[in-house]
């Protein structure tokens, strides 16, 4: 059984299209993530959700908008799609930070392609 | 605002042998964890080991092993009897204690290569 899943894997698209990539885990974990990973494999922290709740949000542009619609559930919205979006995004979940429990579970990524 | 630094873009070493990827990491909190990821070809992020700041004890698991100095804030990790299948990238990550704050933060990654 896949722990956190992604759809697409792949998505190529043309500028200024609108385009999401869902996430789900089966973990039972209340806590999700977005991260962003750039052409030179920087991993960095776009959003947070934590039982459908926003809790960070890194200063990502309002063209990208996450809805949680349960908390097995993370969707990443992106409208007007520009070329430096093109990236690999990440999809991670985690229980509430307590002792022991401290590891967030990764997706397999998504590869999004802005020509 | 915490950083960490991985100041080996690249490594190599020969099959069976032993290398060692240096991090340091910057922060005023004395509470919380540190990860290795590796991240193969396939792009999936695989937790590799991860060490918890209050405990003194390094972490090991199987042929991976940390050396956690928290005076120094440094979190090196140390791949032994090294595997073809260990290439990758490898990202040590920070992360707090503190409730808000539970993002993980990345190094800009080292790029292992095993030689056969």
């Known amino acids: 059984d896949t722990a956190v899943s992604q759809t697409p894997k792949y998505l190529v698209t043309q500028m200024g299209n609108d385009k999401s990539i869902k996430c789900e885990q089966n973990l039972g974990h209340d806590t999700m993530y977005w991260y962003k990973q750039d052409s030179k494999k920087f991993l960095k922290i776009m959003f947070s959700y934590n039982n459908k709740e926003l809790i960070i949000n890194e200063t990502v542009p309002n063209r990208f908008s996450p809805k949680s619609p349960d908390k097995a559930h993370l969707n990443l919205h992106i409208n007007s799609l520009e070329l430096g979006d093109s990236a690999v995004y990440f999809c991670?979940?985690?229980?509430?930070?307590?002792?022991?429990?401290?590891?967030?579970?990764f997706g397999p990524g998504t590869r999004l392609l802005v020509l | 605002a915490q950083t960490v630094t991985q100041s080996q873009p690249e490594m190599s070493v020969q099959e069976a042998e032993t290398v060692t990827l240096s991090c340091t990491y910057d922060t005023s909190e004395s509470d919380y964890y540190l990860f290795w990821y590796k991240q193969p070809p396939s792009r999936q992020m695989i937790l590799v080991i991860r060490q918890e700041a209050y405990k003194q004890q390094n972490a090991t698991e199987n042929r991976f092993s940390v050396n956690f100095q928290k005076a120094a804030k440094s979190f090196s990790l140390k791949i032994s009897d090294s595997q073809l299948g260990d290439a990758a990238m490898y990202f040590c990550a920070y992360r707090s204690f503190q409730g808000g704050s539970e993002k993980l933060v990345f190094g800009k990654g080292t790029k292992l290569t095993v030689n056969p």
């Open positions: 991670a979940s985690s229980l509430p930070l307590q002792r022991g429990q401290e590891t967030q579970y």
